[in-house]
Structure formats: C-alpha cells, structure tokens
C-alpha cells in the first residue's frame, strides 16, 4: 500500500493547539509524527529537513 505524507495540526483532547507536524500513513492507519518536534505553521512543518528524512525512510525512497 502507498504511504501518504501530510501536514496535520496537533491536537489535544480533540482540539487543534495551533502546531503542526508532518506526518505519514498507511491509508486507514493512524498517522505518526516525521519529527520530534512542533511546528508554528503548516509552511514550517512541510519544509521540514528532519520529517522529509524521516518520511523518505519510512517509504524507502
């Protein structure tokens, strides 16, 4: 199955807390943070050096 890469804001108890991740997933699956750290926008987080290494990884590209 292909992965899927996105950006998602962070949530807390069902609230978006204005941070956000790149994230991947299998489609269906939960997604799971490309690094360990938050973002202050979606720019930020897709730009990401750490997550798209991460990312990359994960799918073996």
């Known amino acids: 199955m292909p992965r899927i890469v996105e950006v998602l804001e962070i949530n807390s108890q069902g609230r978006g807390i204005g941070k956000w991740r790149l994230t991947t997933r299998v489609d269906g699956s939960k997604p799971q943070g490309c690094c360990t750290h938050r973002h202050d926008s ?17 799918s073996g590209d």
């Open 42 to 58: 979606y720019d930020e987080a897709w730009n990401c050096a750490e997550a798209w290494l991460a990312a990359k990884k994960v």
